[in-house]
């Protein structure tokens, strides 16, 4: 939240960072002493917190915040810390992103996309450096330019000189648009109570081993009894006494 934001204001992402990212290094940890038990026999603790695993994707300005005493991680609201031109621009109907920030690509994004190749040659923007030194008056340009023109115009005008860009949309639009475009993303499962189901599906893709996204999450107690029986190794009246006192809920169909 610190470095999230506009400047007068810090601002909370719209998911659970922390949380996601923790359980994504946690998987990693899980695989690497797995790997290590593989090859010497020996299983070992993983500890993962996510505090820490946040404080990882920071990764990049690390050797900054610790070593330079003026550096911090800024809120620069829709611009990138550390590069300009580099996140949203208002448009006439929206607001898209744009990253032309390399001396190369900016050259290639003034006289293609803004058709103004003096800013090439402009002492505030021929370089990296100055264009962040100059970042309010840069925006202030190329918003001049886009608030002529739609994200779809700004968005093909980007493709067809091969510059990185992509229209800002809401979550529901994305993974709508992944649904239609039958993306790994989105899966559907069948759910005993609602049907058919759309749930999250997968984010990597394998060749040889693809991952099948087939059943919903379980019901609550749905697999009680079973993992009592296999993991735990108690028997059905011992499971029995466990539900008797309410400990334990199972769920039988």
Do not use: W
């Not at 010497?40 to 330079?68: I, Y």
């Amino acid at each position: 939240m610190g470095s999230t934001g506009f400047p007068d204001a810090p601002c909370k992402t719209a998911f659970s960072a922390a949380d996601v990212t923790g359980g994504l290094v946690m998987t990693q940890g899980i695989m690497l002493a797995l790997f290590h038990r593989e090859r010497t026999g020996k299983g070992q603790f993983v500890k993962v917190t996510m505090q820490d695993a946040s404080m990882f994707l920071f990764a990049q300005h690390v050797t900054s915040l610790l070593r330079v005493p003026e550096y911090d991680v800024r809120r620069n609201g829709l611009e990138h810390v550390e590069s300009a031109p580099n996140g949203g621009f208002r448009t006439k109907d929206g607001i898209i992103c744009i990253v032309p920030s390399s001396d190369k690509l900016f050259a290639k994004f003034a006289e293609e996309v803004l058709e103004m190749p003096e800013l090439v040659n402009d002492k505030r923007f021929c370089k990296v450096t100055p264009r962040m030194e100059n970042r309010e008056a840069l925006t202030t340009i190329i918003e001049d330019k886009f608030v002529h023109m739609t994200t779809a115009q700004v968005h093909a005008r980007m493709q067809a000189s091969g510059l990185p860009s992509s229209p800002i949309v809401t979550p529901k639009e994305a993974f709508q648009t992944a649904d239609q475009n039958g993306e790994a993303i989105v899966a559907t499962v069948q759910h005993p109570k609602f049907g058919p189901l759309k749930v999250i599906g997968k984010p990597i893709e394998m060749s040889d081993t693809p991952a099948i996204i087939n059943k919903p999450a379980p019901r609550l107690g749905q697999d009680t009894e079973k993992i009592l029986k296999i993991m735990v190794g108690l028997d059905d009246e011992q499971i029995a006494e466990l539900e008797a006192k309410r400990v334990v809920r199972c769920l039988r169909e």
